[in-house]
């Protein structure tokens, strides 16, 4: 017996997977059993790099999740709105549903999870974080024995290219980001990854696997790349460091083992000392490492975007569910416990006022002697001890002075920001980024 798929998009995401399943020579031999027998996109007549029979290609998307024909329905279109209303039609239809739409299950995973249970039908989503990179399902499946302490990712591809090249390059930042959308890395709206909301998603669904329940995404405190100076990359470069976006779910245990009670999640960028192991991942390249009990560090890396890597996990998770539909595990007994979720609960997450963490400043400043002395007092009042205080440069602005504190949190660093900008010699505080 064969199965059948219906398509949604066809773009960059969409052409990769039809590629792979329309070429099944030396692949898993499934993926002869496996046809796509429709796609919907936009616009039917715009110029394809694949080729359907006539009458596949339609731009009537509602057919296609409630067609009786159809098994299995991959969601490559996009958004939100319309992607959760055909999400939820499809596995209304009783049809299982892969997809890599990070936007959707961020925000609406409840919805369709409980609907999937309820109906009996896996949704499989191994192309929403880290493009091609194998990650989810072994954080399911064998990492699942763990105790998992902190998930760390560069998980935008688009972010950390244009980090890589305009620290590689110096390149600007507008023509990077224009190469990365014309790579098809980029969202629709490339603000997603620019400002960290696309990491923000994904570190939600990481999470949400790595401690077993479900995550609010409006918890996630989120910053993105865009304040991030040519000087800043430079200091970092100087001082031993790269700069890097970085998202992070860390929680700790209670003497048990059991889940943590609340955990942190955060996006933002971070200086990262040039040993660590995520400090040499480029490019569109992403990665995640994993520090579980009692495995210890574990990192996934590779291609974090792109038609081909993303493709790859799509159509992974395709043949994950023929195999499960053709081994007989009947969706009405739960089904498959390594593909269904399992947590219907929220996690809680911490107030990012306790996070704790090391900091780079970087001071513009008047020229004039005891300016070092004044900002150490300020940052001294408040708790904060300084690593290191670097007067870097002197120009017509005045002295540009950069400081790594030891590890101090948020709240307190933040009230000895607000007395350093208070001070008469400090003119501004361009820049301010957490350290490893
Ligand atoms: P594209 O913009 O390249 O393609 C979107 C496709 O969906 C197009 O074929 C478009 O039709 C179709 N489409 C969009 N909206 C509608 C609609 N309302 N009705 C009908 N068809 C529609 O997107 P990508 O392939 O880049 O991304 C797809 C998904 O994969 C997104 O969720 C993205 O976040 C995710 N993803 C993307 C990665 C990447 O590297 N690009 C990596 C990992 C995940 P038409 O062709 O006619 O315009
Ligand atoms: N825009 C995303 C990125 C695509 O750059 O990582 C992969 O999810």
Not at 103 to 112: K, L, P, T
Not at 339 to 353: G, I, N, P
Request: aromatic content about 4%; hydrophobic content about 45%.
């Amino acid at each position: 017996m064969g199965y059948n798929v219906g398509l949604l998009g066809l773009g960059t995401v969409g052409t990769g997977t039809a590629k792979i399943m329309l070429d099944s020579v030396g692949r898993h031999p499934l993926l002869e059993e496996i046809s796509i027998v429709r796609v919907g996109v936009r616009n039917p007549d715009k110029a394809r790099e694949v080729e359907f029979e006539t009458g596949v290609l339609t731009d009537d998307l509602a057919s296609i999740v409630t067609d009786p024909n159809i098994d299995i329905i991959v969601e490559l279109i996009g958004g939100v709105d319309q992607a959760l209303d055909y999400i939820l039609t499809a596995i209304d239809h009783g049809k299982h549903v892969v997809t890599a739409n990070k936007a959707v299950i961020s925000r609406h995973g409840d919805e369709i999870f409980t609907a999937a249970n309820a109906k009996g039908v896996y949704v499989l989503l191994e192309a929403a974080v880290a493009g091609g990179i194998p990650v989810l399902t072994p954080l399911k499946q064998a990492l699942g024995v763990n105790r998992i302490n902190r998930v760390t990712g560069i998980i935008n591809g688009t972010t950390n290219y244009i980090l890589t090249r305009m620290k590689n390059e110096g390149a600007n930042f507008d023509d990077v980001l224009a190469d990365a959308q014309r790579l098809g890395y980029a969202e629709a709206d490339p603000t997603a990854d620019v400002d960290g909301l696309d990491a923000a998603d994904k570190i939600t669904i990481l999470a949400s696997l790595a401690f077993g329940g479900r995550i609010n995404l409006k918890d996630v405190y989120c910053e993105g790349i865009r304040k991030i100076a040519a000087a800043d990359i430079a200091y970092a470069e100087k001082l031993g460091f790269t700069i890097k976006l970085l998202a992070i779910a860390q929680g700790r245990r209670p003497a048990s083992g059991a889940m943590p009670d609340e955990i942190e999640l955060k996006v933002h960028p971070t200086l990262l000392p040039k040993h660590h192991p995520l400090a040499t991942v480029d490019g569109v390249n992403n990665a995640v490492l994993v520090e579980a009990d009692p495995l210890g560090e574990v990192m996934f890396y590779g291609p974090g975007a792109g038609e081909g890597a993303t493709a790859s996990a799509v159509v992974s998770d395709i043949v994950s569910i023929v195999a499960t539909l053709k081994s007989g595990t009947s969706t009405n007994d739960n089904g498959n416990p390594l593909l269904r979720c399992s947590h219907e609960h929220y996690t809680r997450v911490a107030s990012m006022d306790q996070s704790v963490s090391r900091f780079y400043a970087r001071i513009l400043t008047q020229d004039r002697p005891s300016v070092i002395g004044q900002i150490g007092l300020a940052f001294g009042e408040h708790g904060v001890s300084l690593e290191s205080v670097v007067q870097i440069d002197v120009h017509d602005r005045g002295a540009e002075i950069v400081v790594i504190t030891h590890k101090v949190s948020e709240g307190e660093f933040q009230a000895a920001l607000q007395a350093l900008n208070a001070l008469e010699a400090v003119v501004s505080i361009p820049s301010v980024l957490r350290v490893w």
